[in-house]
Nanobody, 125 residues
Framework: QVQLVESGGGLVQAGGSLRLSCAAS????????MGWFRQAPGKEREFVAA????????RYADSVKGRFTISRDNAKNTVYLQMNSLKPEDTAVYYC??????????????????WGQGTQVTVSS
């Protein structure tokens, strides 16, 4: 059972930045596609970004392209989400997730088998 623990959330003003981290318990982390999803109050959870094993392939939701960057450090079993130019509409609980299947960053949450507990990001206007 893979355990994922997110950190780095908080309160930030619009235009500011935050860096989320997600630490995995498994050494096989390097063979998992990793993704970030978010859920705003009253809304369904949505895809944010995903990254392949070797970081050679990344995908982003249109709403965050150019502002967010996903990266990973396999030596540290950690995936990151650098969030710049934050907007109030980015306010949500952010979840990291692991897909132990094929090395293709999926946008579909059903592909992801393991999930963290989430970290709150609040962007004030």
């Amino acid at each position: 059972q893979v355990q994922l623990v997110e950190s780095g959330g908080g309160l930030v003003q619009a235009g500011g930045s935050l860096r989320l981290s997600c630490a995995a318990s498994e050494r096989t982390f390097s063979t998992y596609v990793m993704g970030w999803f978010r859920q705003a109050p009253g809304k369904e959870r949505e895809f944010v970004a995903a990254i392949s094993w070797s970081s050679s392939n990344t995908r982003y939701a249109d709403s965050v392209k150019g502002r967010f960057t996903i990266s990973r450090d396999n030596a540290k079993n950690t995936v990151y989400l650098q969030m710049n130019s934050l907007k109030p509409e980015d306010t949500a609980v952010y979840y990291c997730a692991a897909d132990p299947g094929t090395d293709y960053p999926s946008v579909f949450e059903k592909r992801y088998k393991y999930w963290g507990q989430g970290t709150q990001v609040t962007v004030s206007s």
